[in-house]
């Protein structure tokens, strides 16, 4: 089984929202490039709450901790969505990903 065309437009629209948001952000302070939480949601087109949870089971993007806000690198992001592409379903796949 593959990935649908609607999936793979979606995937390459989230791509294209987080490297535009790169291009935006590379003049300014480390500190600054760092993507909000709702940010990142809205983007993968999940909650806050699926975040959190998979946060708090070492599932999801790798974070960094400012204060008692939870910011996220733009290129931490982008790996993380070029990392969801798959061509099938098989298990010998996922294995090898």
């Known amino acids: 089984m ?3 065309t609607t999936g793979c437009n979606e ?4 791509i294209k929202i987080v490297e535009q948001f790169l291009d935006k952000k590379k003049h300014l302070y480390p500190i600054e490039k760092l993507m909000a939480e709702g ?6 087109g999940m909650s806050i709450s699926w975040l959190q949870h998979q946060r708090l ?3 999801g993007i ?4 400012v204060g ?6 733009p290129e931490a992001v982008l790996d993380y969505l070029k990392r969801q592409s ?12």
């Open 39 to 44: 940010q990142v949601a809205t983007i993968l």
């Open 68 to 73: 008692r806000s939870v910011r996220y690198s």
């Open 2 to 4: 593959t990935i649908t």
């Open 11 to 14: 995937l390459s629209r989230q």
């Open 62 to 65: 790798p974070y960094i901790k």
């Open 86 to 97: 798959r061509s099938g379903t098989s298990a010998q796949e996922a294995r090898n990903v």
């Open 57 to 59: 089971y070492g599932d």
